[in-house]
């Protein structure tokens, strides 16, 4: 029961480094691009649907997340204004979604053979 209890607090943990990954790596897009204004709102705001869209892809099937992300990442980057071709916006938040899924992946499964439960 214990190691359950470990995987679960592990497991809501590692969901808050993923969002924290997304948003860091959207804000640092958005410095990139020279948004020098409300940079940490705006990389907030474009984390959230980018989490919400990867959220909601993995649900339905593990694959919807590497498009639900990257297509939830254009439509609220598309709602600031910045100066990034369409393609663009799209690989970026492909890059993005895969990056930070990769990184908590390995991570979770890192944790869960210390853990032993893998």
């Known amino acids: 029961m214990f190691y359950r209890l470990i995987t679960v607090v592990g497991g809501l943990l590692f969901v808050i480094i993923l969002f924290a990954l997304i948003w860091f790596f959207c804000k640092q897009f958005l410095l990139r691009h020279g948004v020098k204004e409300q940079v940490s709102d705006r990389a907030t705001v474009l984390a959230t649907w980018t989490f919400a869209g990867v959220s909601l892809g993995l649900v339905f099937a593990v694959l919807g997340a590497f498009v639900l992300g990257p297509w ?35 991570g979770f499964l890192g944790f869960l053979k210390l853990v032993g439960a893998y």
Request: charged fraction near 15%; hydrophobic fraction near 50%; proline fraction near 0%.
């Open 72 to 106: 939830a990442f254009y439509r609220t980057l598309r709602g600031h204004d910045t100066e990034v071709s369409d393609g663009a916006a799209i690989w970026w938040g492909f890059g993005i979604v895969v990056a930070s899924l990769g990184i908590t992946a390995a």
